[in-house]
């Protein structure tokens, strides 16, 4: 039951609901994707951005390919502006193409690869768009383009972190071109930045401060350093030798082998970390 006696049902829907543009702040939108996975949680969140009565909106990351339901919701929102993108991964930015031949609007992103129509973000670059100021931030280390967008309407502030921060779980580095250095560094960058931010993530729920969040994540990063350390001197090697899945094997042991995948590249990221001291 609610406060006023109202029926439960009645409530608006929380996280997750698919296919339903579910309202998160005045200003703040979701439309949870149906790709659930090991990588994806519940699904890749698109964001719709747009101060309240604005004619105009700015869509987060449009999503996966092949999703065309998913599309066409995004598509129905009037006054689509401008189409953000926090990271290069394929499950925010496949639905690019299909989205820009039903609405033509703009896309930027860091890479020039995902943007079109338009400059690539720029650090610290402020963006003026449906009723809203949007600040760039380059937050690297789950990928090298990874960035964050800091929304502030009237007082109130959101930072939607992509995969930087996830509203469950912990963030995998890609080792490809994401350094556990560079994370840790957009950790303390958040905190200090975004520290009352309501935190509006590209997977899972969001949550009221993303202070906590970003600490409890630094916090954990740290403990599996540790973890990682203690795991090298029971094998006898040290960081330049070791093999990464025999670190998962020691250190994530109690977690569902599905994950070790993920966790091989999270221990990449963690051995090259020790490596340059």
Known sequence: MTDN?????????????????????????????????????????????????????????????????????????????????SHRHYDHTGAITRLRKAVGAPVRARLSKYTHGAP???????????????????????TGDSVSFLV???????????????????????????????????????????EDAVLLPAHGPEHPQVGPVARYYKAHREERIDQIVAALDDLGVSAAEAKPMKVVRKVYADVDKKLWPAARMSVKAQLEYLREG
């Open 5 to 85: 006696g109202s029926d439960a049902t009645d409530a608006a829907p929380g996280h997750p609901a698919y296919g339903v543009v579910r309202e998160v702040t005045p200003y703040a939108s979701v439309l949870l994707c149906n790709n659930p996975g090991k990588m994806s949680l519940d699904g890749t969140n698109t964001w719709i951005l747009r101060a309240p009565g604005h004619a105009e909106c700015v869509i987060v990351d449009p999503g996966p390919p092949k999703k065309k339901a998913h599309v066409r919701r995004i598509a129905e929102q009037p006054g689509i502006a401008l189409v953000l993108i």
């Open 120 to 142: 690539t973000l720029t650090d610290r670059e402020v963006i003026e768009v449906a009723g809203l100021r949007i600040t760039v931030l380059h937050t690297p280390g789950h």
């Open 152 to 194: 502030d309407w009237e007082g109130q502030r959101a930072l939607l972190t992509g995969d930087t921060i996830l509203g469950s779980g912990t963030t995998v580095i890609d080792p490809s071109d994401g350094t556990l250095r560079d994370y840790l560094n957009s950790l303390n960058r958040i905190i200090v930045e975004g």
